[in-house]
């Protein structure tokens, strides 16, 4: 319960601080004032992304570009190392047969494309087993 708690605290303090960075940066700004569109180095700098829903959402969506990892998944790993709770499916997970087998937030599946042969290899986190997926036949092979 305590647990609960602390985490709506915090989980207040961040919106609230977002709210107030957001009320700072719209007031009136001639043109020539404004900030440039170009990214600052502190945006390209990964590391400096709060912990939160925002850090993690931003995870999944780069697991469907990049794969695992992803440029902010060692961010993502510290944070919960800090505490924070990931609301979104471990990004990969190791099965049995000793391959890494990555999340993909499109499929809602673990898999693993074997590039020799162009099957998916499917993981059932419950049970951990393996199924494998051809995808030139649309079908699921006996193992």
Do not use: H, K, W
Request: aromatic share 10%; proline share 10%.
């Amino acid at each position: 319960m305590n647990r609960v708690v602390l985490l709506l605290a915090i989980l207040a303090i961040v919106l609230a601080g977002n709210g107030l960075a957001i009320a700072q940066t719209e007031e009136n700004t001639s043109p020539s004032e404004a900030p440039s569109q170009s990214p600052t180095a502190a945006e390209d700098d990964r590391s400096t992304l709060p912990c939160g829903v925002s850090l993690f959402r931003e995870e999944q969506q780069q697991l469907v570009q990049f794969g695992y990892p992803t440029p902010v998944s060692q961010r993502v790993r510290d944070c919960e190392e800090l505490g924070y709770v990931n609301p979104y499916p471990a990004p990969a997970t190791v099965g049995s047969d000793g391959f890494v087998y990555p999340y993909d937030p499109i499929e809602g599946q673990y898999l693993y494309l074997d590039p020799t042969t162009g099957r998916y290899y499917v993981l059932d986190p419950a049970t951990g087993n393996v199924s494998t997926y051809d995808p030139a036949s649309g079908t699921y092979l006996q193992p």
